[in-house]
C-alpha cells in the first residue's frame, strides 16, 4: 500500500460525492480517505456514514475550499496527499491507479490532472495549473496549514503551485481524458453559477496576479517530466491564444513567445532559455500576499 492520504473537500455535491467514494474508499493505492464537509446542508453526513472507514472532518459553516484543504492537510498522516475535487463525473478506481503512480514509481514527486474538460488552453499547453486533483507531498503544505487557512476561499492551487516552484519538485500531468467536472452553472443555475464563477476570479486575482499566472505556469512546465517535442511545438502556438484580451502583460508575452521560437521549436527544454527564465521569474515576483480570510 501506498503511503497517500487522500482529501477530498465537498459542500453540496449531492450524489457526485457518492461517486468520488466509490472510486476511492478502500483503493489500495490509498492509506486513508479524508472528506472535509465545508458546511453541506444537503444531507452528505447521512451519505458518509455508509463508508465507515472514511475519516470525516466536518463544521456548521461554510469556510470555503482552501480552508477545507488546510483541515485536511492537518488531519492526514500520509507521506503524500492526494487532493481530489467533489464535482468530478467519469472518476473511477482507474484515474485514481493513474495519479498515484507517477508518485509510487517515483518518476515524480508532484502528479496533477488533466481533465477532458479542461480549458482549452490548458489542454493545448498540456497543463491545468489551477486542477483541483493532484498528489504532492504532504511535507511541502504540512507546517502551511496555518498560511492555508488566512488564504482566499479559492487560492489553495495557486498556493500550492508556489511552494513546488520553489521547491524544485518534479511534475507529471496525468491525462484524465473521461473525467470532467461539473460547471457550477449546472450547479446551481446560470446567473448563481455565473456570479460564483466571478468570486472564483476574483478569489484567485487575490492570490496571484496576471503577471503571476503566466510566470506560474511558465515556471510549472519548466518542472513537467517527459515533456516531448511535441508538447514544446504546441507551445509554440500558445502565445498567441493567451494574449488576447491580456495587454497589460504584452511584454511578459512577447518575451515568452521569443522563448518559445528559440527554445522549444528546437526541442530544448524551457530552462535552457534565458528569456524564459526571466520571464518566469517576473512572474513569481508577481505572486501576492495573502491579505486575510474573507
Request: hydrophobic content about 45%; proline content about 4%; some cysteine.
Amino acid at each position: 500500500m501506498a503511503d497517500i492520504s487522500c482529501i477530498v473537500c465537498v459542500y453540496n455535491e449531492g450524489d457526485r460525492l457518492r461517486d468520488i467514494l466509490l472510486a476511492v474508499d478502500g483503493h489500495p493505492a490509498l492509506k486513508e480517505v479524508i472528506v472535509v464537509d465545508d458546511g453541506s446542508t444537503d444531507g452528505a453526513d447521512v451519505l458518509l456514514r455508509a463508508y465507515p472507514h472514511v475519516r470525516v472532518i466536518a463544521y456548521g459553516a461554510n469556510r470555503g475550499k482552501t480552508y477545507a484543504m488546510s483541515q485536511g492537510v492537518a488531519a492526514a498522516t500520509g507521506e503524500f496527499l492526494m487532493f481530489l475535487d467533489a464535482d468530478l463525473s467519469g472518476l473511477g478506481r482507474q484515474e485514481i491507479d493513474r495519479l498515484a503512480v507517477p508518485i509510487v514509481t517515483k518518476r515524480a514527486e508532484v502528479s496533477i490532472s488533466l481533465r477532458r474538460n479542461s480549458l482549452p488552453l490548458y489542454r493545448l499547453i498540456g497543463l491545468d495549473f489551477v486542477s483541483g486533483e493532484r498528489v504532492i507531498p504532504a511535507w511541502l503544505v504540512r507546517d502551511q496549514v496555518g498560511v492555508m487557512k488566512a488564504l482566499p476561499r479559492w487560492g489553495g492551487e495557486a498556493f500550492i503551485n508556489r511552494r513546488i516552484i520553489e521547491a524544485g519538485l518534479r511534475v507529471a500531468v496525468v491525462d484524465w481524458p473521461g473525467v470532467t467536472n461539473i460547471r457550477k452553472h449546472r450547479k446551481v443555475g446560470r446567473v448563481r453559477g455565473m456570479l460564483a464563477e466571478g468570486r472564483m476570479v476574483g478569489d484567485a486575482l487575490r492570490v496571484l496576479s496576471p503577471v503571476g499566472v503566466v510566470g506560474q505556469n511558465i515556471a510549472l512546465l519548466n518542472l513537467v517530466v517527459g515533456r516531448r517535442r511535441a508538447i514544446g511545438e504546441r507551445w509554440s502556438m500558445a502565445p498567441r491564444v493567451l494574449t488576447t484580451g491580456l495587454s497589460t502583460s504584452g511584454q511578459i508575452w512577447r518575451r515568452l513567445e521569443q522563448a518559445m521560437a528559440a527554445g522549444f521549436r528546437r526541442g530544448k527544454p524551457m530552462e535552457t532559455n534565458a528569456m524564459a527564465k526571466s520571464a518566469a521569474a517576473q512572474g513569481r515576483s508577481a505572486w501576492k500576499r495573502p491579505q486575510g480570510p474573507r
